[in-house]
């Protein structure tokens, strides 16, 4: 099956430094790919879709300046958190699809603890 | 716009037993996509079963089927023979109009008991 990777997993920082999280899709291409952020025991709610060789799209309220997208190949899309703030604390989670348009394979997610 | 409700916060279920998760969509897209995902403990979101608006069948992949109910717009899941494993988070999904973008649901937590 298809196979999507976050690296770190884990990130523990101080506040003000900015934090870059990694989406790869290691066996197939992904014109798309997917940002969400994920509250404890809440849903998952989109952040923004990362388009390879464009500029990313960003949802209602989402803060493009704060959470820069970068999608360098069609397999590897990176979120940057800026200056991070303790707010910024969530777990996020890339997504990505192999085109057929049916089924979205997630990242295992990157847990951010800003101090 | 396009709405997941899923009204079922938590539920129970023996061991071997069959449960069913609720889950009702909106669209006014004619073509889209039903998803289940299950996320335990560990965060990861695993997918489990698909299905598309125009399948005549209702979607199955093991233990896991889709109960799709156009007409109602519903898309429950069911999971037979329940496993201790199988408890976690279940998120009901929905992609349309012909764009990958997903929405999901409140999630329901499934706790199985021994």
């Known amino acids: 099956g298809a196979v999507v990777s976050q690296h770190p997993s884990w990130v523990i920082c101080k506040s003000g430094t900015s934090v870059k999280i990694e989406c790869r899709s290691l066996d197939f291409q992904a014109t798309t790919m997917f940002w969400y952020r994920q509250f404890p025991k809440q849903s998952l709610m989109l952040m923004a879709t990362?388009?390879?060789?464009?500029?990313?799209?960003?949802e209602q309220g989402v803060e493009k300046d704060k959470f820069l997208i970068n999608h360098a190949s069609l397999t590897l899309s990176t979120l940057t958190v800026t200056s991070a703030h303790p707010e910024d604390s969530s777990f996020y989670i890339c997504s990505a699809s192999p085109g057929n348009g049916e089924t979205q394979y997630f990242g295992p997610g990157t847990r951010l603890l800003v101090l | 716009a396009q709405k997941i409700t899923q009204t079922q916060p938590g539920m129970f279920v023996q061991e071997k037993e069959a449960v069913t998760l609720d889950c009702t969509y909106d669209?006014?897209?004619?073509?889209?996509?039903l998803f289940w995902y299950k996320q335990p403990s560990s965060g990861e979101m695993i997918f489990l079963i698909y299905q598309g608006s125009y399948d005549q069948q209702n979607a199955t992949e093991g233990r896991y089927s889709l109960n799709f109910q156009k007409a109602r717009k519903s898309a429950n899941l069911v999971i037979s023979a329940s496993q201790l494993g199988d408890s976690a988070m279940y998120f009901c999904?929905?992609?349309?109009?012909?764009?990958?973008?997903?929405?999901f649901g409140t999630g329901t937590k499934l706790q199985v008991i021994p």
């Open positions: 669209t006014s897209d004619p073509s889209y996509g």
């Open positions: 999904a929905m992609s349309s109009g012909g764009y990958q973008k997903v929405t």
């Open positions: 990362s388009n390879e060789g464009s500029k990313a799209t960003y």
